[in-house]
Nanobody, 125 residues
Framework: EAQLVESGGGLVQPGGSLRLSCAAS????????MSWVRQAPGKGLEWVSA????????YYAESVKGRFTISRDNAKNTVYLQLNSLKPEDTAMYYC??????????????????WGQGTQVTVSS
């Protein structure tokens, strides 16, 4: 059974850091583009970051550029998102998604083959 499991979320003060992980199983992770997508309460999905299957192309939303870093380890079937200099507006449920498509940062949820259950990030003093 294909599965994505996120971890690493939590409560952090403004300016703090977290490292999110997304572990994949049951499918060929190394052939998938990976995205981190977040959803704040009452808002729609926001594509935060994406990385292609080989790690050579990376996308960041303007709202997180310079603060977040995406990476992947295909040997461990895991994608990471390092969150630094966190702000209250970063509070959201963070999901990882895997897509077996050309390109690497599609923003239609239906284009993705697998989604994780999400990990909550709360930034508050």
């Amino acid at each position: 059974e294909a599965q994505l499991v996120e971890s690493g979320g939590g409560l952090v003060q403004p300016g703090g850091s977290l490292r999110l992980s997304c572990a994949a199983s049951g499918f060929t992770f190394s052939e998938c583009a990976m995205s981190w997508v977040r959803q704040a309460p009452g808002k729609g999905l926001e594509w935060v970051s994406a990385i292609d299957s080989g790690g050579g192309r990376i996308y960041y939303a303007e709202s997180v550029k310079g603060r977040f870093t995406i990476s992947r380890d295909n040997a461990k079937n895991t994608v990471y998102l390092q969150l630094n200099s966190l702000k209250p507006e970063d509070t959201a449920m963070y999901y990882c998604a895997a897509g077996m498509f050309t390109g690497f940062c599609r923003r239609d949820p239906d284009d993705y083959n697998y989604w994780g259950q999400g990990t909550q990030v709360t930034v508050s003093s």
